[in-house]
């Protein structure tokens, strides 16, 4: 069993940044496809961004792209995305997500995640 822990949300101006971790805990945490999502009130849970079980391969929605950086350090179980030009449209409750990976894919489907992540809120303010 995985457990996941978000940290680093909070309120910033536009233009700013802020840095989100997601802790596992649990094994073989280098075996596991991590993700980002995002749910702004009364809207869908949104893909943000992926990478792969090694971090080789990430790939990000359309609209953060050049703004966010998903990474992740396996000797200390934790996933990052470093979020830069923030924008109000990006305020969301933002949750990092999970699985086992196979072959070095990404997954972009939040039900293809198994491991959630309480979420942790970003609020940009204009």
């Known amino acids: 069993q995985v457990q996941l822990v978000e940290s680093g949300g909070g309120l910033v101006q536009a233009g700013g940044s802020l840095r989100l971790s997601c802790a596992a805990s649990?094994?073989?945490?280098?075996?596991?496809?991590m993700g980002w999502f995002r749910q702004a009130p009364g809207k869908d849970r949104d893909f943000v961004a992926a990478?792969?079980?090694?971090?080789?391969?990430?790939d990000y929605v359309e609209s953060v792209k050049g703004r966010f950086t998903i990474s992740r350090d396996n000797g200390k179980n934790t996933v990052y995305l470093q979020m830069n030009t923030l924008k109000p449209e990006d305020t969301a409750v933002y949750f990092c997500?999970?699985?086992?990976?196979?072959?070095?894919?990404?997954?972009?489907?939040?039900?293809?995640?198994?491991?959630w992540g309480q979420g942790t809120q970003v609020t940009v303010s204009s």
């Open positions: 997500a999970g699985r086992f990976g196979f072959a070095g894919r990404l997954y972009y489907r939040a039900r293809d995640y198994v491991y």
């Open positions: 649990g094994p073989s945490f280098s075996d596991y496809a």
């Open positions: 990478i792969s079980q090694s971090g080789s391969t990430t």
